[in-house]
């Protein structure tokens, strides 16, 4: 059993930059693949950014080289590092466990122009 709470999301300007946290409880942390989703409105919840337990990450073509992904595992910790955001980026963001078998319940992120 894994348990996420993320947190760090807020309203920005277009250009601005945010970091949001996933804190999990649960044993294992360290042995889950992690990642990042985001749903839109209007939208289908999408991938985001992808982190296996050996630090390989993965990223949408949309956020390459703008967001960066991160992991702790002494801290049971997740991070997304989000530059240069852009109001397409407005969306709940969502940390998942197991390639989408656990979900937290969101952060809303407002990008505005």
């Known amino acids: 059993q894994v348990q996420l709470v993320e947190s760090g999301g807020g309203l920005v300007q277009a250009g601005a930059s945010l970091r949001l946290s996933c804190a999990a409880s649960?044993?294992?942390?360290?042995?889950?693949?992690m990642g990042w989703y985001r749903q839109a409105p209007g939208k289908e919840r999408e991938f985001v950014a992808g982190?296996?337990?050996?630090?390989?990450?993965d990223y949408a073509d949309s956020v390459k080289g703008r967001f960066t992904i991160s992991r702790d595992n002494y801290k049971n910790m997740m991070y997304l590092q989000m530059n240069s955001l852009k109001p397409d980026d407005t969306a709940v963001y969502y940390c998942?466990?197991?390639?989408?078998?656990?979900w937290g319940q969101g952060t809303q992120v407002t990008v505005s122009s």
């Open positions: 649960g044993n294992n942390f360290g042995l889950y693949h």
């Open positions: 998942s466990a197991g390639r989408g078998y656990f």
């Open positions: 982190i296996d337990r050996d630090d390989f990450t």
